[in-house]
Nanobody
Protein backbone atom coordinates (compact mmCIF):
# COMPACT_ATOMS: atom_id res chain seq x y z
CA UNK A 1 0.00 0.00 0.00
CA UNK A 2 1.48 3.28 -1.15
CA UNK A 3 1.41 6.16 1.29
CA UNK A 4 2.68 9.70 0.87
CA UNK A 5 2.32 11.67 4.09
CA UNK A 6 2.96 15.41 4.00
CA UNK A 7 3.80 17.49 7.04
CA UNK A 8 5.11 20.91 7.99
CA UNK A 9 2.46 23.19 6.56
CA UNK A 10 1.09 26.15 8.46
CA UNK A 11 0.71 29.90 8.67
CA UNK A 12 3.69 32.10 7.86
CA UNK A 13 4.11 35.82 7.30
CA UNK A 14 5.08 37.23 3.91
CA UNK A 15 8.83 37.05 3.47
CA UNK A 16 9.07 34.11 5.83
CA UNK A 17 10.24 30.55 5.32
CA UNK A 18 8.73 27.12 5.72
CA UNK A 19 9.87 23.59 5.00
CA UNK A 20 7.37 20.90 4.16
CA UNK A 21 8.13 17.19 4.07
CA UNK A 22 6.69 14.11 2.47
CA UNK A 23 7.43 10.65 3.81
CA UNK A 24 6.87 7.85 1.32
CA UNK A 25 6.19 4.17 1.95
CA UNK A 26 5.11 1.27 -0.20
CA UNK A 27 7.26 2.31 -3.16
CA UNK A 28 10.89 1.82 -4.12
CA UNK A 29 11.62 5.45 -3.35
CA UNK A 30 14.93 5.67 -5.17
CA UNK A 31 13.24 4.82 -8.50
CA UNK A 32 10.61 7.54 -8.39
CA UNK A 33 10.53 11.13 -9.51
CA UNK A 34 9.15 13.07 -6.57
CA UNK A 35 7.19 16.25 -7.01
CA UNK A 36 5.37 18.98 -5.19
CA UNK A 37 2.20 20.41 -6.64
CA UNK A 38 -0.13 23.04 -5.23
CA UNK A 39 -3.71 24.08 -5.62
CA UNK A 40 -5.08 27.43 -4.53
CA UNK A 41 -8.82 28.02 -4.07
CA UNK A 42 -10.54 28.38 -7.42
CA UNK A 43 -7.41 27.49 -9.36
CA UNK A 44 -6.09 24.40 -11.09
CA UNK A 45 -3.44 22.23 -9.51
CA UNK A 46 0.01 23.20 -10.72
CA UNK A 47 3.48 21.72 -10.59
CA UNK A 48 5.75 23.56 -8.16
CA UNK A 49 8.93 21.47 -8.24
CA UNK A 50 10.14 18.00 -9.07
CA UNK A 51 13.29 15.98 -8.46
CA UNK A 52 14.32 12.86 -10.33
CA UNK A 53 15.94 9.77 -8.91
CA UNK A 54 19.24 11.16 -10.14
CA UNK A 55 18.74 14.50 -8.42
CA UNK A 56 17.81 16.65 -11.41
CA UNK A 57 15.34 19.35 -10.48
CA UNK A 58 12.62 21.30 -12.22
CA UNK A 59 10.82 24.39 -10.88
CA UNK A 60 7.86 26.49 -11.83
CA UNK A 61 8.98 29.96 -12.94
CA UNK A 62 7.01 31.52 -10.09
CA UNK A 63 9.14 29.80 -7.43
CA UNK A 64 12.60 29.72 -9.03
CA UNK A 65 15.20 31.17 -6.71
CA UNK A 66 12.88 30.95 -3.70
CA UNK A 67 12.01 27.25 -3.35
CA UNK A 68 14.34 24.26 -3.17
CA UNK A 69 13.32 20.64 -3.53
CA UNK A 70 15.51 17.88 -2.12
CA UNK A 71 15.27 14.20 -1.30
CA UNK A 72 16.74 11.87 1.29
CA UNK A 73 16.70 8.28 0.10
CA UNK A 74 17.78 6.98 3.50
CA UNK A 75 14.57 8.42 4.97
CA UNK A 76 12.33 7.97 1.90
CA UNK A 77 11.48 11.62 2.26
CA UNK A 78 11.25 14.60 -0.08
CA UNK A 79 11.39 18.17 1.14
CA UNK A 80 10.38 21.57 -0.15
CA UNK A 81 12.21 24.49 1.40
CA UNK A 82 10.22 27.65 0.74
CA UNK A 83 11.83 31.04 1.30
CA UNK A 84 10.67 34.60 0.64
CA UNK A 85 7.10 33.41 0.75
CA UNK A 86 4.39 35.52 -0.84
CA UNK A 87 0.63 35.59 -0.27
CA UNK A 88 0.19 34.07 -3.73
CA UNK A 89 2.03 30.97 -2.50
CA UNK A 90 -0.98 30.20 -0.31
CA UNK A 91 -2.34 26.81 -1.37
CA UNK A 92 -2.68 23.18 -0.45
CA UNK A 93 0.62 21.52 -1.31
CA UNK A 94 0.52 17.93 -2.53
CA UNK A 95 3.33 15.41 -2.71
CA UNK A 96 3.52 13.23 -5.81
CA UNK A 97 5.48 10.12 -6.75
CA UNK A 98 5.73 9.03 -10.36
CA UNK A 99 7.91 6.62 -12.31
CA UNK A 100 10.31 8.09 -14.88
CA UNK A 101 8.64 8.71 -18.20
CA UNK A 102 5.23 9.22 -16.65
CA UNK A 103 3.23 12.25 -17.62
CA UNK A 104 2.87 15.13 -15.19
CA UNK A 105 -0.04 14.80 -12.75
CA UNK A 106 0.12 11.01 -12.85
CA UNK A 107 1.30 8.62 -10.13
CA UNK A 108 0.60 8.59 -6.42
CA UNK A 109 -0.61 11.52 -4.32
CA UNK A 110 -0.51 12.54 -0.71
CA UNK A 111 -3.43 14.08 1.14
CA UNK A 112 -1.99 17.59 1.01
CA UNK A 113 -0.78 20.12 3.55
CA UNK A 114 -2.07 23.69 3.82
CA UNK A 115 0.38 26.56 3.49
CA UNK A 116 -1.00 30.01 4.26
CA UNK A 117 1.07 33.15 3.74
CA UNK A 118 -0.55 36.08 5.46
CA UNK A 119 0.20 38.89 7.87
Amino acid sequence: QVQLVESGGGLVQPGGSLRISCAASGIVFRLYTMGWYRQAPGKQRELVAAITSGGSTNYADSVKGRFTISRDSAKNTVYLQMNSLKPEDTAVYYCNAALPGSSWFSGYWGQGTQVTVSS
